[in-house]
């Protein structure tokens, strides 16, 4: 069996994480241990809101060990040194008996235990072995990246096992393995460490009892990251169906990055004292084990105070991690950054957004808004502050710790002087630091104009696929219909409704109707379903995605729709019959040729690949050329909504935008009102089938 296969069939990542499935294990058992040891805790309480699965991870040093081993000692002996209690709950003194501790390192000292002449003799002579099942060798596959024939297992029973070894038994027995790869057979003696460690990882978790709580360091020891992604599927699929209850410890970036980040708590050191910290995001996380986040572009701003907005702003609604994922650059002079909006400058592959303040002009509006944020507020920042001062003149004297008559006078002094230069005036007459006082002042200013940082934060990415669904307003009901486009949820809205008019669909259905504050895509609607799979989710997702991209079907379900577990589902659009010799579809393709190139009140229409001819793209039969030669052809059915143009005039482009075509269908436009949406109920007849399981 292929990798590829075994991977495709054994291992979506689904159905997963029973603790986030079972909601009274996330939200009532919290275990808080106290007394601990303040020679190495920064605090003598830590408290856990324990899943089913609970991460913990750090660099070297951060002290994930010491805080394994406490977990393990106040939970497996209820050490009367500690206080392990359920919270509004009794206090949990009993002893567990099913708890199993598990360090990657002990796998080699048992792997050298069973390549003795003793091991040897004892399995030729009366040891019998057993064959594991093809879905065994299938997880033992994918975890290690070998495509196995056969594996065989011996059981060396504890009463042949060493002394000094025999606190490294956790079931009764050493497993003592014989394998096929490929022509290939050897025993556990030739096996590399991570090799065995898998091997006997596995074994011992398919032999826990049901609700065994068992801590793991860092099992990444020893492993690839092919390995440690396959590991981290397996722990995922086995904590589900035992019910078992797992402490891990890793400095692993890929056994983090299979975990949701409210499964994990990230450890610092600080000058020997171990403190815990529940992540914001993931990259808070990917930072603090040293790694390397990547740089998404460059914030420019005008000036100081500009910068000491923005960094702000980034501050309280953001974490320090945006700042090695931005970079905030000063240019000093209004005409230079005037002069940059001008030529558009563009790095490679980095994003390039401006701050402007509101006085900027009209320079800016040759900018795509996306590249634009506007510091909150009408007026500069400097005159809002200034109104700022007037009218919270108690409350900013008590935030600057001054007297509320110097403040006054401060501002006072201030008057008749340069605008742009009140409040250096001003916090220099206060002996008060600039950088301190904007940072006061601004926290005013974005308290006064809520609306114009929640923009600044959806464009800056604050409202992502992360908080898509659970800041939703829709959350209450029973689903969620979330398409790959902004555009897609209004075809198929559109439908519903004139199919629900016609009495050809009578259920009531839900849809996410975004526009630009959230940047989909097919990467980023999977992304959510593998997200959102791994929580507990009361309603339903259904995530409808287009057929125009081959890697992305073999990842939902292209033939009728995917189960990810936890409520997440997703589904390709269903090919219409007149599509059928050309399925490589978008949602427009679900109208007919003549349909698509209908024109709106300012004759643009979309156009087709087929049009234009590949190597000139030049239209076949009018004056008219294509920028955009890649999506042109004469077998092209691809949708061309963007630099089209005449000949006489190659300055005005004549395509109609995909989310016009769109907007006219929805909002009933005359031009549009007649197009077929018949084909569009076996989309709805998907979303039925769903919504009854």
Known sequence: MARREIRSKQFEVTQKLDALKNEKMIHNKILKITNLDSEFFLDNSFKLVEKRINVFCGGNGAGKTRVLNELYRGIKDGDESLTLRIENGKKNGHKIENIVYFDMHSSGEIKDFLSTHEIQTLLDEELEKRSLSQENIAKLSHMVGRNYCEIEVYEIPEENINDNLKDLIKIKCFPYFRVKFNDIIYETPKMGMGEYALFYLFYLLE?????????????????????????????????EIKKLILYISTHSPYIVKRFPKECTTVLFNLSGKIEFQAPHELDSVLDELGLDINIKGVIIVEDFIAKEIVSELIIEKFSNCFFKKYEILTVNEKTLIENLIESDVNGDNLEVIYFLNKDIGNTHKKLDEKKICFIPGELSFELEAIKIIKENIKDVAKKLRRKEHDVRRALSKAQGKDKYRWLEEISTELKHGEKEFIGILSKFIFEKYKPDVETICKRLGKKDIDNLIISDPESEKDHLIITEGKTDWKHIKNAYNKLKNDGLYN???????????????????????????????????????????????KNIGQDNF????NNVFSFAIPVPDHRSETPEISIEHYYSDDEIKTFDDNCRRLYLGSEFTQKTGTHVTEEKICVEKNKAGKKSIKIIDNNVYEFK????????????FAKNILSGNENFKDLNYLQFLPILERISEILEK
Do not use: H
């Open 207 to 239: 032999n826990l009892e049901e609700d065994t709580s068992i801590f793991l360091e860092e099992p990444e020891n020893f492993l690839s990251p092919i390995s440690q992604n396959g590991l981290t599927d397996y722990i995922i699929d086995i904590v």
């Open 507 to 553: 259920k009531v259905l839900y849809f996410k109707e975004y526009e630009e504050e959230i940047q989909m895509g097919d990467k980023n609607l999977i992304t959510l379903c593998e997200q959102y799979s791994k929580i507990s989710n009361k309603m339903k997702f259904i995530c409808i995605f287009d057929r125009d991209v081959a890697s992305t079907l």
């Open 562 to 565: 995917k189960n990810w577990g």
């Open 649 to 660: 005039n190659e300055t005005n482009n004549i395509a109609l935008t995909k989310e016009n």
